[in-house]
């Protein structure tokens, strides 16, 4: 395999796990909370992509209109009800939550649609592919799901810095106590938050469907490439989740062409030789 | 709840005379007291105290589609069983406690652990992988309780648990194909159609893909022996979300044969990229990660004409030596109580139970040794075909018994998206053929 073909084969991968990634970024750069469940609510949403197109008859880009407003409700009422009662005693209790989360969310969709695999049906995208010179072979899919994850990203960047709310995250991020008492509503502003980080957990739930087979018991694996990513880019920024799920991909890519049992371990290496190097990860755009 | 209501009501006893004495016994008690009471309750108990089976597979987890069936399965047969079995003259209710091993090996040895020591099973079964089998057969061969499992390669379950080919083991028994079985059974099939005999071969870093990577008896090594040119990939990690790079090497190789040891999921990204990146082989084998029609399903419409290796289906001619019920009515019955299609573990499942339960009836005594001693003599015919441990040709070493073996292709279906048909049967000629091997066809 050629060298720009590494290249783009892993950019476009890291683009997927970029996407996994960016409703973590958010709710850790926010509200320093590690939810443990991510990988779930990304399962869930193929699941309820799946329940919407059984229901409506739509193909499964269109399923995101119901999709994504029923993901950032749940968000908004997981924060409001139940997260943000476990803020204040530091970051165990809603580490703890959160695994309870996932737990609950693995066994619910077990009880309520059985061990076997379902996928979600695009068509012919699915397997297309652009041919460019030099025999190397780009698939349709891939390039659409990185270009969902760049202009994810962009709109979650104009959101920070040129809105209010973006500038109140900001200032919750930054400090919470005293956003307080700039008149920053914490608990509010937290539950929107993870509101719009179920948006992209969505976004990134039906796609993954699209991609692959899922089960109930597929969204633990996700969650420490979604993490990576996180940590790779730097605490609180959007680009830097882009770059670190690239990092990640291309990583992935090498170690594959040099031996393919080393292409996860390669992108693990990678994260950690990152992490030596620069503790806070590439772009910190919060402090600590 | 089943173990409550059990123990609450006092069993009936077998004769008519006692069943009368016990009913003026009552009547002169007057009331309910008599039910419970400890002398009733126990006389009855010794007459017959009711066999437990314990049952242990994975139902819930990432591999818990092999356990799916494994509820209805329980069900059927204790309702089959009724009041009981016969053994050593007396009559016993059976209860099967069926038990999750989560897909997790600690967790299936733990309530291997509980079955043995809090409900003091009179045997063991348990099904579908290493993970499971592996432990449960443990702790069984440590605790002197027999034990009987199915559903993973007898390699894997008999050097898994190191055991030595001249002494075998003392309580545990197994009975399934081997690797060595199928890496033969692909070799013939492929050869069935003409292809330029280039195989290209990626097996999975884990337990099963290491058994089959073994350079003297491993998958390449046995296909290369049938004169295949065998590329061999390597190992990859189990949970790779890419694989552009072996898909560039089959491509560069031509390979006409695709063969791999796959997850589902990892199939389905490998089976998508193989179209982005313009790779079409003839034969496409993955081992275990078709062994489900869902799986198949999920692949839209380029899961035709993929090959997997078939142990079990509905056309098989074998009938429930308890039931007798052929294949196919068990799998209607199944497909009609589920709303699912039939799944190669359904058959095992109830294999499982149907072999423990002929030992029971053979056993000389309800206590262990006699219920193992039983299963050491089992000549008998479940629905997976023929079951002995008595020391035959399918017998390759003690305490295990290979089943038959055949090649499937799936197949568009009418009742349900796929259909897993038999196209290759020469190591099982007993089992019928539907119709010949054929390439992929790509539209």
Known sequence: ?288 | MKIKSAKSRPVRPAKVDRGRRQVIRFLAAGSAAAMTSPWVFQSSRAASRPIKIGMITPETGPIAAFGEPSQWVADGVSKFLGDGIVVAGDKHKVQILNRDSQSNPNRASEVAAQLINNDNVDIMVASSTGDTTNPVSDQCELNGVPCITSDDPWQSWFFGRKGDPKKGFQWTYHFFWGFDQVANMYAEMWLSIPTNKKAGVMLTNDPDGIAASDPQHGLPATLRSHGFDVNYLGLYPPLSDDFTAQITQLKNMKADIACGIFNPPQFAIFWTQCAQQGFQPKIMTPPKALLFPTAVEALGDRGAGTSTEVWWSHHHPFKSGLTGETAQQYCDAYEKASGKQWTQPLGFKHANLEVAIDALKRAKKLDAASIRDAIAQTDYKSIVGPITWKGGPTNPVPNVCTTPLVGGQWEKGTKWKYDLEIVFNKTAPEIPLDRPFTAIQYS
Do not use: C
Request: charged share 10%; net charge neutral.
């Open chain 1, 1 to 288: 395999m050629g060298g720009l073909n590494i290249l783009i084969q892993g950019g476009l991968l890291g683009g997927f796990y970029a996407l996994f990634a960016i409703g973590l970024s958010l709710s850790f750069g926010i509200m320093r909370l590690v939810n443990i469940a991510h990988g779930d609510f990304i399962v869930l949403s193929a699941y309820v992509g799946m329940l919407a197109i059984q229901g409506t008859g739509l193909d499964p880009f269109s399923s995101l209109v119901i999709v994504v407003p029923a993901m950032f409700v749940l968000g908004y009422a997981v924060q409001r009800g139940l997260l943000n009662f476990t803020l204040a005693g530091g970051l165990l209790p809603p580490l703890l939550v959160t695994f309870g989360i996932s737990v609950i969310i693995q066994n619910g969709l077990l009880q309520g649609f059985g061990a076997y695999d379902h996928r979600l049906h695009e068509g012919p995208i699915e397997t297309a592919s652009l041919h460019l010179p030099g025999g190397i072979d780009v698939g349709v899919y891939p390039l659409v799901v990185f270009a969902v994850a760049v202009l994810g990203i962009a709109a979650l960047q104009l959101l920070f810095y040129q809105t209010r709310l973006g500038r109140a995250f900001r200032a919750v991020s930054d400090d919470a106590d005293t956003a307080e008492l700039m008149g920053i509503d914490n608990r509010k502003l937290y539950a929107l938050a993870l509101g719009i980080a179920m948006v992209f957990t969505a976004i990134a739930g039906v796609l993954f469907g699209i991609r692959t087979i899922f089960d109930p018991a597929a969204g633990p694996i996700r969650l420490i490439l979604a993490f990576e990513a996180v940590i790779i880019g730097g605490l609180g920024s959007m680009w830097g989740t882009l770059v670190g799920g690239m990092v990640l991909g291309i990583a992935q890519a090498i170690g594959a062409a040099l031996n393919p049992n080393w292409q996860i371990l390669a992108g693990h290496i990678a994260f950690l030789v990152i992490l030596i190097i620069r503790p806070n990860g590439l772009f910190p755009r919060t402090r600590d």
